[in-house]
């Protein structure tokens, strides 16, 4: 995305989505309820904030199942991965299945930038993404499609089961 776009309109962008870190959407509904207020993190909000900026960076890289870098394209996990990687050291989970027990569990009132955003149906994670702040999130959403950056409370996603998880 950043290639197509100017030095100024790449700032522009980077400004608003940080501006937005400390925000949180209006009140998603979470598949539990037990997630205490102050929740502790692997990482420094520093690199959140690094993490969140990486991922937006990433919007426009293909969409491929399997795919784990920027070269061969992403799929949700593999995105997810390759950033936590980078910018963090840490290697998650390499399937939306066991990246909902990884790290804590956040209340949607508490999520910062570079927290976990995964989907479920029937309480099965079926879907995952990085939050980047003022309720988006960065995510690789299928075959055929690329990474983008999509709203919490569009109609599509605001349907689905959501659970915030903190490395």
């Not at 509904?29 to 037990?34: E, N």
């Not at 840490?90 to 570079?114: E, Y």
Request: hydrophobic share 35%; charged share 15%; with cysteine.
């Amino acid at each position: 995305m950043f290639n197509r776009l100017g030095p100024v309109a790449v700032s522009l962008t980077l400004l608003f989505i940080l501006g937005g870190c400390g925000s949180s959407p209006t009140a998603p509904r979470g598949l539990g309820s037990s997630e205490a207020p102050d929740v502790p993190s692997r990482i420094s909000q520093g690199q959140a904030d690094d993490i969140t900026i990486y991922a937006v960076g990433l919007v426009g890289t293909p969409y491929r199942y399997g795919g784990n870098t920027p070269d061969s394209g992403f799929d949700c996990s593999g995105l997810i991965g390759y950033i936590y990687q980078k910018r963090a050291g840490l290697a998650p989970p390499r399937t939306v299945a066991r990246m909902q027990h990884w790290g804590q569990p956040v209340l949607s009132d508490n999520i910062r930038s570079g927290d976990l955003v995964l989907f479920a149906q029937s309480d099965v994670v079926t879907h995952a993404g990085i939050y980047v702040g003022a309720g988006r999130f960065v995510h690789a959403p299928s075959t055929g499609g690329e990474v983008r950056l999509d709203q919490l409370n569009s109609r599509y996603w605001s349907s689905q089961q959501v659970t915030f998880r903190r490395p």
